[in-house]
Structure formats: structure tokens, C-alpha cells
């Protein structure tokens, strides 16, 4: 199993540091992980270290592609509100 990162991610290397098997590594367009390499952080830490850094809602997945941080889950804004809150923006 590993985790992976998506598009999305913003290339602020608050993960990359963090990995203790060094999994994580910079490309283009966005950090990778290298899923030969990646142990979910087991036996190192209780929690994903790379998960517990992010800071952007949805680009990390674990292995059945779900968010390890889900939209929401960082800034406590419920998605449907987000996007009722986006869609007034955009019509101003």
C-alpha cells in the first residue's frame, strides 16, 4: 500500500522533509510519492506524517484513493456551505 499525492498540491515542501522512508520527492507539476518506497508511516508514526503537514484539503489519497484530508476537514467549512459561498462571490 501507499499513498499518493495529486494534482493540487501546491509545492510548499512542508511533506517532503517529514516522510520517514523518504518516499516523498518534487516533480512536475506537483510533489510524487514513491509507492515502492511509501509505508503509510507504519511503524514510524501513529498518524501519516506527509497528511498531518498538508496544507490543502483532498490531494493526498491513500490506497483506495480517499482523501487523508477530506474538503472540510482543514478549515472546518462544510463543502456544500463552501460552494454556496463561492458561487456569491463569483456572481458579485
Do not use: Y
Not at 507504519?42 to 474538503?71: K, M, R, S, T
Amino acid at each position: 500500500m501507499a499513498f499518493q499525492i495529486v494534482e493540487g498540491c501546491v509545492n510548499c515542501w512542508a511533506c517532503e522533509p517529514l516522510c520517514p522512508s523518504q518516499a516523498i520527492f518534487a516533480a512536475k507539476p506537483h510533489f510524487l510519492i514513491d509507492a515502492a518506497k511509501c509505508t503509510e508511516c507504519e511503524g514510524d508514526h501513529a498518524e501519516p506524517q506527509c497528511a498531518g503537514i498538508c496544507p490543502v484539503e483532498g490531494v493526498i489519497l491513500d490506497a483506495l484513493g480517499v482523501p487523508l484530508n477530506p474538503p472540510g476537514s482543514l478549515t472546518g467549512i462544510p463543502p456544500a456551505r463552501l460552494a454556496a459561498a463561492m458561487a456569491e462571490i463569483r456572481a458579485r
